[in-house]
């Protein structure tokens, strides 16, 4: 599922008012990169932002570091801090080497990998996090922060400067740059930074073509191309596949540097997490062609051959995951298995499965009841998510602030949104507000606001349509649907289409000044624009009616 917001007013290349003076000065597109930019630490250039209380204040990198005799101690706290307790949470309870073990060994003979771990470390521990829509935040708000973070982002702009300095001189080795470029977008993330994540996880992916043109040559060592392909690749297209839950995003090549495992085994449990990503990947990609495609025909009766026999394709290849999945849940396969399947692992894959699988089968229809077919799927997310939390919880009895892998964050989004069983709805959206508040690039705390807004919306319009408008509705709908009418949001009360926008930023297609105006908010306040199924009861045929609200984010 994903949020409808404007990627290219937000990400690209656009004018930005809270960029740093001297990009203002240079007439550049500035990154905004908080303490300082990349495009000055990059060039060795002072960087200031014009308003403290909008942004952490410049911090010179040596400062507390070399001020202070206790620099080194917390250091070495902060590197303890990361093996001991970040590190494991970071891979969201799964055995993921380049975490729990790549980081630890590189970052004592590399600087600045060592400074983005203790940065991660820190924030980790003392999270600082915007929990603002995602490409949508709110850039008045001040960023306060304490002096254990001020120090955190102080080892993050060291290491950015490190980075940097070396590919000045020409002596940057690529494959570091590469593993930084994953701390760096670990820092962004951590704080709910989504733009500067994404432009980062671009970077990456170009760094990562660039890798593979020098294993070509034969200048990569075996040892780095295995860690390439074993641990990097696959960490950046496990991001690849959250970044799609940001509508707008393309995750780029990254899934065509995967080598696809075409047999119908899995010897590993990696196996079976790397097939799960890719095939979640073009589920999504898919959905969004879907949504398109009936847009454009109106109907599901006019629905493309080639778009049914897609769909078909995709649901063979996630009946075939299952398949291969049970036998290596069985042992079958598990000879070669490198990490055991945990009390964490398996629910993760289930939910996964799960969710895709409801995806696709509802993806080519244009009315919302057809999720009431998939109430199974939906409590089997219910039900391992509650498994994989409990597995998660820290000592304080907590979870983690943030897991830079996805997390059980997007199906139990998928199943607050649209499920409409009264009891497993509510329980999917006490467990999104339970769950990491940052899950990669996907932010829980204002999906849990908008699932709750939607389900409020709906139950009204169930109120307000009537016991006597529902069977009318229910005989309207044809097909054969095995559901309970007492569960039921009728069809015309659940919002099909959303999307959420700021005014002073752009507006959606159909949506025009006229249509928030009446509201009489300002141009920074967040508006919902969204569609509901209406059926005329004389021409037998369902219409979409569209309507845009105040959305009231500050709420969270």
């Known amino acids: 599922m994903s949020v409808d917001v404007p990627v290219s007013r937000r990400v690209g290349a656009t004018k930005s008012r809270s960029g740093c003076k001297t990009c203002k000065i240079r007439k550049v597109k500035c990154g905004e990169e908080k303490p300082s930019c990349f495009r000055c630490t990059s060039t060795g250039r002072k960087c200031e932002f014009e308003d403290a209380r909008r942004s952490p204040p410049t911090l010179d990198p040596t400062l507390l570091l ?23 949470h970071l891979a969201g309870g799964m055995e993921i080497d380049f975490w729990t073990k790549v980081i630890p060994q590189i970052c004592r003979s590399e600087p600045a ?55 000045e001189r020409g002596i940057a080795d690529p494959y570091i740059a590469l593993i930084s470029c994953a701390l760096f977008i670990c820092v962004e993330t951590i704080q709910g930074r989504t733009e500067e994540a994404l432009q980062l996880f671009r970077q990456g992916v170009t760094l990562i073509g ?29 991001l690849g596949s959250i970044s799609l839950t940001v509508s707008g995003t393309n995750p780029g090549q990254i899934f065509g540097f995967l080598e696809n495992n075409p047999s119908a085994e899995f010897t590993s449990i990696e196996d079976a997490r790397s097939s799960i990503t890719v095939i979640s990947a073009d589920v999504l990609l898919f959905e969004r062609e879907a949504y398109l495609h009936l847009r454009e025909i109106g109907a599901y009766c006019f629905v493309s051959s080639d778009m049914l026999n897609r769909r078909e394709i995709l649901q063979l290849r996630v009946a075939e995951w299952y398949m291969a999945y049970t036998k290596l849940r069985r042992g079958d396969n598990r ?12 629910p993760l894959l289930i939910i996964y499965h799960a969710a895709i699988s409801i995806i696709l089968s509802v993806c080519l229809t244009p009315l919302e009841i057809v999720y009431d077919d998939h109430l199974a799927e939906f409590a089997t997310i219910v039900e391992q998510a509650q498994l994989s939390l409990a597995a998660s919880v820290m ?9 830079f892998e996805a997390g059980v964050g997007v199906p139990l989004f998928l199943t607050a949104l649209k499920c409409r069983d009264w009891g497993l709805r509510r329980k ?24 709750e807004a939607f ?18 509705l229910l005989s309207g709908l044809g097909g054969d649907h095995q559901v309970d009418p007492q569960i039921l949001v009728p069809e015309e009360a659940r919002i099909y289409y959303y999307c ?8 959606p297609p159909g949506v025009s000044e006229e249509d928030v105006v009446k509201f009489g908010c300002s141009l920074d306040q967040l508006y919902l624009h969204f569609s509901r199924n209406e059926f005329d009861l004389e021409a037998k045929i369902w219409r979409q009616n569209f309507e845009c609200i105040p959305f009231g984010a500050d709420l969270m």
């Open 210 to 238: 660039d890798l593979r043109a020098h294993i070509t040559l034969g200048h990569v060592s075996r040892s780095r191309q295995s860690l390439l392909k074993t641990a990097i690749i696959p960490l950046f297209s496990r």
């Open 335 to 346: 000879q070669q298995c490198t990490h055991p399947i945990t009390v964490q692992h398996e």
């Open 113 to 167: 990998v060592w400074d983005g771990m203790i940065a991660i470390s820190t924030l980790f521990e003392y999270p600082n996090q915007s929990l603002d829509f995602p490409l949508l935040r709110d850039r008045r708000k001040s960023n306060s922060l304490n002096q254990i973070q001020r120090e955190a982002l102080t080892w993050y702009s060291r290491s950015i400067s490190s980075v940097h300095s070396q590919i």
């Open 455 to 472: 389900m409020n919306l709906e139950e009204s319009y169930s109120l307000a349509l009537g016991d006597s408008t529902l069977g009318a």
């Open 395 to 403: 000592p304080d009895g907590s979870q983690p602030p943030f897991t």
């Open 66 to 88: 070399s001020s202070s005799p206790d620099a080194g101690r917390r250091e070495r706290r902060a590197f303890e801090y990361y093996f001991q307790n970040a590190a494991q």
């Open 500 to 507: 959420i926008f700021r005014p002073g930023e752009w507006y």
């Open 428 to 451: 999917a959206l006490e467990l999104l507000k339970k769950a990491p508040r940052m899950q990669g690039l996907f932010k829980c705390a204002p999906s849990a606001f908008m699932a």
